[in-house]
């Protein structure tokens, strides 16, 4: 155990992890959890500055990752601080962080081969001097925070976040759309440790001005043997105009080394948050709670490049479904997930 830390920790200082550890006491144990930088904007932007002439390729594609996060950065510090009081001391902005993931799905279908291409999107700002529990959002996950088909369009949203009570959201915003569509919804979600056991409850109210109104429920147990990961995951989701209730069972066993903090509760679902491991799948879902609509059998790998920031991962599937008479369809998902949550390298 003790060698393994070691190895972790000799692993992290040479190229600076880009996120910030959430778990340590079990690192040994358990796969390591990452999430966003705590460090301040203006941290970000002195220690971009200090950085030193890029020599190779590798420096220098971390060098315009870091730029470009330092920039953005600084539109987000300017335009907290732009509508600040002027009475008052101004507080350091948090960094935002923000992804960028793109997937290409292949499937083999009796009438030819049916590519798609998804395109994922989040950045969450927080702005202490505008309102302290104030976050401005842009998102294209799915108001009903379940995972999004590959054959739906990417919904850009934006809006303002308030975090009412600990770990209860209150969103309102406008998705991206002729004439714009505003929404609203009400989110709770938590993380809650149970001995080798994680509980990822989600019970969320959500209203649209196209899509009416409705209500999601998710609830995912992980459990944990070493670096063994064992998940069972269900969600299900009612809206009115629809008048009824689709849902999804996912299964998940996985090798895992690293995980990443998800930015929506799908990723559990899909098993996305495993930023370094492999494993297998497989999902039930249906259109009704009467009857199956769907079964998909997958194995997954998902591996980082040595920048750091950017993974990559290729899942092999098989898919049955009621509408095409259960044949059996083979196919591929692959993508990419950049991640703009830290600095690629450390200040030289």
Do not use: C
Not at 317 to 336: K, L, T
Request: aromatic residues 12%; without cysteine.
């Amino acid at each position: 155990m003790l060698d393994a830390q070691v190895a972790a920790a000799q692993d992290a200082s040479a190229a600076q992890a880009p996120v910030t550890p959430l778990v340590a006491a079990n690192a040994s144990s358990r796969a390591q959890r990452f999430g966003p930088t705590d460090r301040s904007t203006r941290e970000i932007r002195d220690l971009t500055l200090a950085a030193p002439r890029a020599l190779d390729f590798p420096q220098r594609l971390d060098q315009a990752h870091d730029r470009i996060y330092a920039f953005g950065q600084g539109l987000v510090e300017a335009a907290d601080q732009g509508f600040a009081a002027n009475d008052k001391p101004l507080k350091p902005v948090p960094a935002a962080p923000f992804r960028l993931s793109t997937t290409l799905e292949v499937i083999d279908r009796t009438d030819g081969l049916r590519p798609d291409i998804d395109l994922d999107f989040d950045i969450a700002l927080r702005l202490p001097n505008l309102e302290q529990r104030l976050r401005v959002f842009v998102t294209s996950e799915s108001l009903d925070s379940g995972i999004r088909e590959r054959t739906e369009d990417s919904r850009l949203r934006a809006g303002l976040r308030y975090e009412l009570f600990s770990n209860l959201d209150f969103d309102v915003g406008i998705r991206v759309a002729l004439p714009p569509v505003a929404f609203t919804a009400l989110k709770w979600s938590r993380e809650i440790p149970l001995g080798s056991w994680d509980f990822y409850p989600l019970v969320k109210l959500f209203a649209e001005t196209e899509e009416s109104v409705g209500y999601a429920l998710g609830a995912t147990f992980d459990r944990w043997s070493g670096r063994h990961l064992l998940r069972s995951s269900t969600y299900a989701k009612w809206r009115h105009d629809l008048d009824r209730t689709q849902w999804q069972h996912t299964f998940v066993y996985a090798r895992a080394h690293e995980l990443l903090v998800p930015d929506r509760y799908g990723a559990y679902v899909g098993a996305k948050d495993i930023g370094r491991g492999w494993g297998l799948s497989t999902q039930v879902s249906g259109g009704t709670t009467k009857q199956v609509g769907r079964y998909e059998a997958s194995v997954f790998y998902h591996n980082r490049t040595p920048t750091r920031w950017l993974y990559w991962f290729a899942e092999p599937f098989v898919r049955w479904e009621r509408r095409w008479n259960w044949s059996a369809d083979p196919g591929i998902r692959i993508g990419i997930d950049a991640l703009f949550w830290d600095l690629a390298r450390p200040a030289r």
